[in-house]
Nanobody, 123 residues
Framework: QVQLVESGGGSVQAGGSLRLSCAAS????????MAWFRQGPGKGREGVAY???????RYAESVKGRFAISRDIPKNTLLLQMDTLKAEDTGVYYC?????????????????WGQGTEVTISS
């Protein structure tokens, strides 16, 4: 059974950092395109970053230069290092994966989702 479980969320002040993890079971992280999405209060789900099977990475413009997506292959885990956090980064963060070959920052691309981890940034 495929399962994605996020952790690492919390409350920090603006300018701080958090590191999110997404542990995969029944699934090989490095064999699929995987992504991070977020949903802020009253907003739709927004693509934050993805990493393809081959290691191609793309970020949303709003997080470029501040966030870094990576994979811990021995731990079969997807990571998101978030630095210089802003109040507008507040939201529930989800990891997602696709069994298809296309990577994108569009939610409909992905067919497996974690339950989310909450991030709150205070200004």
């Amino acid at each position: 059974q495929v399962q994605l479980v996020e952790s690492g969320g919390g409350s920090v002040q603006a300018g701080g950092s958090l590191r999110l993890s997404c542990a995969a079971s029944g699934y090989i992280v490095s064999a699929h395109c995987m992504a991070w999405f977020r949903q802020g209060p009253g907003k739709g789900r927004e693509g934050v970053a993805y990493i393809s099977r081959g290691g191609t990475i793309r970020y949303a413009e709003s997080v470029k230069g501040r966030f870094a997506i990576s994979r811990d292959i021995p731990k079969n885990t997807l990571l998101l290092q978030m630095d210089t956090l802003k109040a507008e980064d507040t939201g529930v963060y989800y990891c997602a994966s696709t069994s298809g070959v296309v990577c994108s920052l569009v939610a409909s691309t992905y067919d497996r989702w974690g339950q989310g981890t909450e991030v709150t940034i205070s200004s």
